[in-house]
Structure formats: C-alpha cells, structure tokens
C-alpha cells in the first residue's frame, strides 16, 4: 500500500514562495504508469488539481495558475516537491499530493489512487 | 467555475438509492474515462470509482458508476450515514491538458 507524506511551512507570508514535499513510502516513485500530483482545497470548497510530474521529469499544470507553480521529482529520496510563486490569501488551502495512474485500455485513463493526508497552508503576513 | 458540473447537493433516506450526475464536454468525458471519489469529513479524498464503472478493493458494490456521451453517474444503494460525504467526479481534459474535477455534490442521508 503505497504512502504518501506532505510536509512543508504551514504559514506563508503574501507574495513569498510555497513549497511543499511529498515523500513516498512503501512503494517505488519510480514503477510502472504512474505520476505524482498535487491537488488543493480551499476551506469549504472543492478540490483543484495544481499539476503532476513523471519521474522522467515530464510536467503539466492547471492553466489557471499561470505558470506560478513548479513541480519536481527526486526520484532518490522518493520525493517530489511543489513550489508556488507570488502567493496570495487566495492560496491559503490544505495541499494533498497524490499518485495518479495512467494509460490506454480501450480509451485514455486517469485517475488518483492514494492520496496523502493534506497539510493545511495558511498565506498571511 | 468548474469545468464538469455536479449538484451542490442530493439527499435521501437511508437504505435507499441515489444517484450523483456529473456533466462535461467532448474533450473530457467525452472522451476520457472518468472517475470519482469520497471525501468524508475532515479526511482525503479517497478512489471510489475508476475507469468508469470499476471500483477498488474495498469499496462495496453499492457504489457503482457509469457514463454515456459527455455524462457520468455516480449511484449508491442501500445508502448509510457514513456515507455522508462529498463526492467528486474528475477526468483528464484534452483540450486543456490538464485535470478537471467536478465542484462536488454533498451527500445528505436523512
């Protein structure tokens, strides 16, 4: 059963940098159809997915954030990280990573299968 | 806005059926499979459909899904209190390149 672990400053002042680590445990970063997401939830509202990263480094983002997010992967620490540029009250949210699978069988497929706990960041000066 | 559209809300009375929709378009649904997922209070979300109409390990059979054109369906029977929740539809989007999920339909067992 593949684990995921986010940790990270839980406070962020406006128009700093977030970032935030995702360690994976009980399974390898690196096996078979799969990329590593990081979604987010605003208090009281829905879930919005940030982007994901391959293990081969490969990388797509949620187009309404306009290029302030950076996603990497260090496939030696079984880890992979998000940075969030120029944040704002706006980006205060619980950030859960997750591990999505991918592939073809009879049609594309997507879809998130272990999730981490979340950890609550809060943007305030 | 979301890009796929689910009610805000659906409720009914336990040990009966609902059924949660979830609308979209040609470069997501339509196109892609779709899957969806529980959030109980305070906790992740969790996989509970996939592909969309297989279900986990561990999920029960009393949660089942299905899809026709730009639509999908989420559909519990037997319905519980714990299964009290937020749930959400989401699929890869073709066009935007980039996951859409539904805004998420709060369950509310009478």
């Known amino acids: 059963q593949v684990q995921l672990q986010e940790s990270g400053p839980g406070l962020v002042k406006p128009s700093q940098t977030l970032s935030l680590t995702c360690t994976v445990s009980?399974?390898?970063?690196?096996?078979?159809?799969?990329?590593w997401s990081w979604i987010r939830q605003p208090a009281g509202k829905g879930v919005e997915w940030i982007g994901r990263i391959y293990t081969s480094g490969s990388t797509n983002y949620n187009p309404s954030l306009k290029s302030r997010a950076t996603i990497s992967v260090d496939t030696s620490k079984s880890q992979f990280s998000l940075k969030l540029s120029s944040v704002t009250a706006a980006d205060t949210a619980v950030y859960y990573c997750?591990?999505?699978?991918?592939?073809?069988?009879?049609?594309?497929?997507?879809?998130?299968?272990?999730w981490g706990q979340g950890t609550l960041v809060t943007v305030s000066s | 806005q979301s890009v796929l559209t689910q009610p805000p809300s659906v409720s009914a009375a336990p040990g009966q059926k609902v059924t949660i929709s979830c609308s979209g378009g040609?470069?997501?649904?339509?196109?892609?499979?779709v899957s969806w997922y529980q959030q109980l209070p305070g906790t992740a979300p969790r996989l509970l459909i996939y592909?969309?109409?297989k279900r986990p390990s561990g999920i029960p059979d009393r949660f089942s899904g299905s899809k026709s054109d730009t639509s999908a369906t989420l559909g519990i029977t037997g319905l519980q209190t714990g299964d009290e929740a937020d749930y959400y539809c989401g699929t890869w989007d073709s066009s935007l390149n980039a996951w859409v999920f539904g805004g998420g339909t709060k369950l509310t067992v009478l």
């Open positions: 040609s470069s997501n649904i339509g196109n892609n499979y």
């Open positions: 997750a591990r999505g699978a991918s592939g073809y069988s009879s049609g594309w497929y997507n879809y998130f299968d272990f």
């Open positions: 009980s399974g390898s970063i690196s096996s078979g159809s799969y990329y």
């Open positions: 592909e969309n109409n």
